[in-house]
C-alpha cells in the first residue's frame, strides 16, 4: 500500500512526524545525550514497522530496503535535539500530526499484513503494532511503563482505523476506492485520537483507579525521570 506515491509521501511524514514526537519525550523523561536522542527518536519512527516486517517474515525490514524511512525518522530526532527547547511550545501541534502519523501507520500496517497473505484479525493487529510499537519500544528504553498502556486514546484510535482498513479490504471496498479508503480509515483515527487529545479523554481503567496527571518537571506517565539514562 505504502508503495502508491501520495501514501508513502504521507508514510514518511508521519515518521518524521512519531520521530520529533518520541525525541521530544525522550528529553522530558530521560538524560539522554545528542545520541539518545536521536535513536530514541529513530526508534520511535520505524521501531513498529520494524517488529510487523519481522513477524510477516518480510526481511530485511521495510526501513532497511528504502533509505527514506531512516532519514525522515532521523532528521525527526535530530531536530528535537536542536531545538527541544523551542518546539516545547507546539507540543500541542506536534501532538497533532502524531495522531495523523498514528492513523497512516495504522492502515498501512494492516494493508501490507494483508498483502502478506495475514488473516483479517492478524492485520488489525499488525496495523495496531505498526502504529503503537514504536512508543512502546522507546518508553521500555528509559524505563517506563509504555505511554500506550497508562494514558489517552491512543491504541484504541489505532484499533479502529486499522479494522476499517481491514473491513474496506476484505469488503472489496479498497479495491475500488484505493487510496481514498485508506485515507478514510486514516482519518478515523486521526479523528478519535485528536477529540480524546482535546477533552482529555482517557480509555476505560478499572474501577476505582484513575489516572496519575503529570506535573511539567515529570514525564507525561507521571513518573520522575530516570536517573543514569545518558547513551
Not at 495504522?106 to 503494532?129: C, D, E, F, Y
Not at 487529545?197 to 481503567?205: C, N, Q, S, T
Amino acid at each position: 500500500m505504502t508503495d502508491v506515491p501520495v501514501l508513502l509521501v504521507l508514510d514518511l511524514l508521519g515518521t518524521f512526524a512519531f520521530a520529533l514526537n518520541g525525541a521530544l519525550t525522550a528529553v522530558r523523561v530521560a538524560h539522554v545525550d545528542v545520541v539518545g536522542v536521536v535513536t530514541l527518536g529513530a526508534v520511535t519512527g520505524v521501531g513498529g514497522g520494524i517488529v510487523r516486517d519481522v513477524l510477516l517474515d518480510a526481511l530485511p525490514p521495510a526501513s532497511f530496503l528504502d533509505w527514506r524511512y531512516l532519514a525522515a525518522a532521523g532528521a525527526g530526532g535530530a531536530l528535537a535535539f536542536l531545538l527541544s527547547g523551542p518546539l516545547t511550545r507546539f507540543l500541542r501541534t506536534i501532538d497533532v500530526l502524531d495522531a495523523a502519523g498514528l492513523g497512516l501507520f495504522a492502515v498501512t500496517g494492516a494493508g501490507k499484513a494483508l498483502a502478506s497473505g495475514a488473516g483479517p484479525a492478524q492485520a488489525v493487529v499488525l496495523g495496531v503494532i505498526t502504529a503503537v510499537g514504536g512508543g512502546t519500544i522507546r518508553d521500555v528504553l528509559v524505563r517506563r511503563v509504555p505511554f500506550v498502556l497508562t494514558n489517552e486514546l491512543y491504541a484504541i484510535p489505532a484499533l479502529v482505523g486499522a479494522t476499517l482498513a481491514v473491513l474496506a479490504a476484505r469488503g472489496g471496498v479498497d479495491e475500488v476506492l484505493g487510496v481514498p479508503a485508506a485515507l478514510v480509515a486514516a482519518a478515523v483515527c486521526f479523528s478519535v485520537r485528536v477529540v480524546g487529545l482535546h477533552y482529555g479523554i482517557d480509555a476505560p481503567r478499572p474501577l476505582g483507579t484513575r489516572r496519575a496527571r503529570a506535573t511539567p518537571e515529570e514525564g507525561p506517565s507521571g513518573e520522575r525521570p530516570p536517573e543514569g539514562a545518558d547513551a
